[in-house]
């Protein structure tokens, strides 16, 4: 694994390891509730997690407008626990397993170690067959002082507009997808801006870098080491995307 630079103030707003899982066939969301008294005390807030899904449907009568109704369900799937200084939350759900870490960010060592201890109590109540998908994503937010004349003198992934074309911009959404031919791995970039105000002295870039590892024929058992160690490959993955995406002038604002 490389070597990466570590920033003084770095931009991470959020990092998150998510792991997808087969279920065990006798799994119920009842078994997901947190029963280890050391993790409980750190993460004592639980909130459920439900799916929701609408439905929506049109009936008409004869001599009268079309009568449009609106129901919603929703699926009990698992549980969030967050942290006292909600500086961090996890997930047990019945696909699986997520951990989350807000700022401040430590480091990747501190996170994992984290993870690892609260996967490994997953795995004790869930009993998941085998591990499905793998992700690791950092959300991170680049402030850049006002006026931007040009982008790429922060950025160097940013879209290309043509000559001709007016040059000033006021909005940016743009999403990549950069699969890894030697891996397997994808790495889905985000980058969008944040809302400008008359009152701004800065403009927000969220830089959201999603590295994921799925495949129908390569799976990993959830105990062993590999899948720890693809964990590393993704998050290698992202930080060639984030450290190549950076100008020095922009890696001098985190040092």
Not at 213 to 221: D, G, L, M, R
């Amino acid at each position: 694994m490389s070597e990466w630079e570590v920033f003084r103030n770095a931009p991470i707003t959020e990092a998150i390891i998510d792991v997808q899982v087969s279920p065990s066939k006798d799994l119920t969301v009842q078994k997901l509730e947190l029963t280890d008294s050391g993790i409980r005390t750190m993460y004592p807030d639980q909130k459920a997690i439900r799916t929701i899904m609408f439905q929506g449907n049109v009936t008409t009568e004869m001599g009268q407008e079309p009568q449009l109704g609106m129901a919603s369900s929703g699926q009990h799937i698992g549980f969030a626990f967050t942290s006292r200084d909600h500086q961090a939350v996890f997930q047990y759900r019945l696909n699986g397993f997520s951990h989350h870490k807000l700022k401040p960010y430590t480091d990747w060592r501190t996170f994992k170690a984290s993870a690892v201890r609260l996967w490994q109590e997953y795995c004790l109540v869930a009993h998941p067959e085998f591990v499905t998908r793998l992700g690791v994503r950092f959300v991170n937010l680049i402030e850049l002082p006002i006026p931007v004349l040009d982008f790429k003198d922060y950025l160097t992934t940013v879209p290309e507009i043509g000559d001709g074309v007016p040059q000033g911009m006021t909005g940016l959404f743009m999403r990549l997808e950069l699969p890894d031919a030697d891996t397997g791995n994808v790495a889905v970039v985000t980058e969008a801006m944040t809302p400008l105000t008359p009152e701004s002295n800065n403009v927000g870039i969220i830089f959201d870098i999603d590295t994921v590892f799925q495949s129908t024929t390569t799976t990993y058992a959830s105990d062993g080491k590999e899948m720890w160690a693809k964990l590393d490959q993704l998050r290698d993955l992202k930080n060639r995307v984030f450290f190549h995406s950076l100008t020095e002038r922009t890696k001098e604002r985190f040092r």
